[in-house]
């Protein structure tokens, strides 16, 4: 059987705009770039593309129109089980994996590689001496094919890794393995007589700079006049980065913030968010931004990609940076690039939204701005030093200030600020609750429970599925609505969705990603679970209170300082335990009188205490307190 190529687009949070695979480069779809190197220069008989948003279908085959390439949907967030199902087709052949800066690479690359394959009698072959993103491997069909009960025993899901990982196992319990593995690298700067020093280490093709510095190195080699399809976009590529890296850690001149004269006397507000997809902190931050005063404050944000998050903060009336580029990155080149902001901003504040990259917070460190720390997250790794430097901390919890306290840093700079909702934008009139659920699917008369909660272990959503296969027993016509976004590579998503299957809840549970309206998923469902493991708060509790749904959580971090069991918003139920969570969903299910009085309890605490027009006045008491010098300076 001919080559079957295989490219697994890594799945990204529908609230970001930029799409890689959906870029330009050379006036050409990087797609179709590709796919000309697969199917005309390596002479392979398939060019599977495996993606994952049937929204994003049209414009996939637009950018491989006229190629020979294939479109297939994918519902597997693991890479081993997404192409497993390529590879049991290809049995007999081999099937190469690609990554989508392959299009940079030799375009006969996969070919030589192919041909090394075959004549070593590897079983898998990897390439030594090439950047990852530029890069591919080759299986054996049957390999790839069985890689993925074999990774999720070890805990994995790239086919790469857990083929190293089984060569491992196999030289101590070879009889474990369903073949016998055989592989050699092959060394890319041998075969096409290349110095290791010219081809780039790091190269990437996941954010707009990518494309950027990408199509710097086409348009120089062409005009050097070389061939394309050689190694000479790599080596062009290098040149690219050694300029672009000496430019990126270069400090601002004089290294100080002395920015021009401002056009007005408001104090500027600088929000560093750096992780870009729209969440619940986010929201929390946008929600809040809506009502401080712009009379006095003047917005700034930065971000690191263009989405939903960005647009919302512009909505607002904030003025948002955001270069497409990887800023969490801590190196010397994103500190400069930090420097530089401050120094064009000049913010009289700056306004650490979460866990930020060292080099921002080093920067409001260099800077002498006062900073105020978010800090929203039960796990404080990273959140050290933005705590330690912060002249105010706001914690959205309770939970949070008492695991803030366990670090060295002054409890009398913390305060309290719980996470907030606009109780006008969360209003329980504003949907049919017939209406949302005619259009999600869900029969009229069900017994609807939701969680929103984004994939990650910590989530627990293996406690509210277990609690779902008791429910389901007792309350007929029961339904499960699951957000949950998946970001990049998730081996949680695959363990969430064996134990649906495990617990036979197919029927049960319907799985939603982003959501551009989480208020419809709200008017459709008769009560909100989150069941966390040290949940700092839970936005999406308070908005459901707001929207006059009951709610119920777990004791295990600060969402049920916002509770009270059986009186306000809903009830609290011991942490990790299935039983409990099971009985109180049931209880409300089978009572509508008790899910108006909790869910009318709720509003009226969100109204008096958790609106996001309270917070907006406690944040702006913050930025006064540190704007105003202290008496006798």
Not at 51 to 66: D, S
Not at 253 to 262: L, M, S, Y
């Given at each position: 059987?001919?080559?079957?190529?295989?490219?697994?687009?890594?799945?990204?949070?529908?609230?970001?705009?930029?799409?890689?695979?959906?870029?330009?480069?050379?006036?050409?779809?990087?797609?179709?770039?590709?796919?000309?190197?697969?199917?005309?220069?390596?002479?392979?008989?398939?060019?599977?593309?495996?993606?994952?948003?049937?929204?994003?279908?049209?414009?996939?085959?637009?950018?491989?129109?006229?190629?020979?390439?294939?479109?297939?949907?994918?519902?597997?967030?693991?890479?081993?089980?997404?192409?497993?199902?390529?590879?049991?087709?290809?049995?007999?052949?081999?099937?190469?994996?690609?990554?989508?800066?392959?299009?940079?690479?030799?375009?006969?690359?996969?070919?030589?590689?192919?041909?090394?394959?075959?004549?070593?009698?590897?079983?898998?072959?990897?390439?030594?001496?090439?950047?990852?993103?530029?890069?591919?491997?080759?299986?054996?069909?049957?390999l790839l094919a069985a890689l993925p009960e074999v990774a999720a025993k070890l805990g994995l899901s790239d086919p790469e890794t857990a083929a190293h990982r089984m060569l491992q196992v196999q030289a101590l319990v070879p009889q474990t393995l369903p073949m016998q593995l055989k592989t050699a690298p092959f060394d890319f700067a041998e075969a096409y007589s290349t110095a290791p020093d010219g081809i780039p280490v790091m190269a990437g093709f996941g954010v707009g700079i990518d494309f950027t510095l990408a199509e710097a190195a086409v348009v120089g080699a062409r005009a050097d006049g070389l061939d394309l399809n050689s190694t000479a976009i790599?080596?062009?590529?290098?040149?690219?980065?050694?300029?672009?890296?000496?430019?990126?850690?270069?400090?601002?001149?004089?290294?100080?913030?002395?920015?021009?004269?401002?056009?007005?006397?408001?104090?500027?507000?600088?929000?560093?968010?750096?992780?870009?997809?729209?969440?619940?902190?986010?929201?929390?931050?946008?929600?809040?931004?809506?009502?401080?005063?712009?009379?006095?404050?003047?917005?700034?944000?930065i971000t690191s990609r263009d989405g939903v998050f960005a647009d919302t903060l512009r909505s607002l009336g904030v003025q948002v940076v955001c270069p497409e580029d990887r800023l969490p990155d801590a190196n010397?080149?994103?500190?400069?690039?930090?420097?530089?902001?401050?120094?064009?901003?000049?913010?009289?504040?700056?306004?650490?939204?979460?866990?930020?990259s060292l080099p921002f917070v080093a920067a409001a460190a260099a800077s002498g701005v006062p900073v105020v720390q978010h800090t929203r997250n039960g796990d404080l790794k990273g959140f050290e030093d933005g705590l330690v430097l912060a002249g105010s901390v706001i914690s959205i919890s309770q939970f949070i200030k008492r695991e803030v306290c366990r670090l060295p840093v002054n409890p009398d700079k913390i305060r309290v600020i719980y996470d907030e909702a606009d109780s006008e934008t969360y209003r329980p009139d504003l949907f049919s609750a017939e209406q949302c659920r005619r259009e999600l699917g869900i029969a009229a008369d069900s017994k609807v429970a939701l969680m929103i909660a984004r994939v990650a272990p910590n989530k627990r959503h293996d406690v509210m599925l277990k609690a779902a296969a008791t429910i389901q027993a007792q309350v007929p016509g029961f339904q499960l609505i699951v957000k949950g976004d998946v970001y990049g590579e998730s081996p949680e998503h695959y363990r969430i969705q064996g134990l649906i299957q495990e617990l036979r809840l197919e029927a049960v549970v319907k799985w939603m990603d982003f959501v551009p309206d989480i208020r419809q998923l709200m008017a459709a469902a008769d009560l909100l679970v989150l069941c966390s493991d040290r949940e700092g708060l839970g936005s999406c509790v308070v908005e459901a209170m707001s929207m006059q749904l009951p709610v119920?959580?777990?004791?295990?971090?600060?969402?049920?300082?916002?509770?009270?069991?059986?009186?306000?918003?809903?009830?609290?139920?011991?942490?990790?335990?299935?039983?409990?969570?099971?009985?109180?969903?049931?209880?409300?299910l089978r009572d509508a009188g008790l899910r108006r009085r909790l869910g009318a309890s709720g509003r009226l605490h969100v109204q008096n205490h958790l609106d996001a027009r309270i917070s907006a006045r406690s944040v702006m008491d913050i930025y006064d307190g540190l704007l105003t010098p202290p008496a006798g300076r």
């Open positions: 059987m001919p080559l079957c190529a295989v490219l697994y687009l890594d799945p990204l949070s529908k609230s970001l705009s930029f799409r890689p695979y959906l870029a330009r480069l050379d006036s050409k779809p990087v797609l179709a770039w590709l796919a000309e190197r697969v199917l005309v220069h390596s002479k392979a008989g398939r060019f599977v593309i495996l993606y994952h948003y049937e929204t994003e279908r049209a414009a996939l085959e637009e950018a491989v129109a006229g190629t020979g390439a294939e479109l297939q949907y994918t519902p597997h967030f693991s890479k081993s089980r997404a192409v497993a199902g390529v590879a049991s087709g290809a049995i007999g052949s081999p099937v190469a994996l690609l990554n989508l800066g392959c299009a940079l690479a030799p375009a006969d690359l996969l070919l030589r590689v192919a041909e090394y394959h075959q004549r070593l009698g590897n079983t898998f072959t990897t390439i030594r001496g090439l950047p990852h993103a530029c890069s591919l491997s080759l299986f054996d069909a049957t790599l080596c062009a590529l290098k040149q690219v980065e050694i300029q672009h890296k000496s430019l990126e850690c270069q400090l601002p001149e004089g290294c100080t913030i002395q920015p021009a004269r401002k056009a007005s006397d408001r104090a500027r507000i600088l929000y560093v968010s750096l992780p870009s997809a729209f969440s619940g902190g986010e929201g929390c931050l946008c929600s809040m931004i809506r009502f401080i005063d712009q009379r006095r404050f003047e917005l700034f944000a010397i080149g994103k500190f400069c690039y930090a420097m530089s902001v401050l120094r064009s901003l000049g913010p009289d504040v700056i306004h650490l939204n979460g866990r930020e119920v959580v777990t004791d295990t971090g600060g969402t049920h300082e916002i509770v009270e069991s059986g009186v306000t918003g809903g009830f609290v139920v011991p942490g990790d335990n299935p039983a409990a969570l099971s009985a109180r969903v049931v209880e409300l």
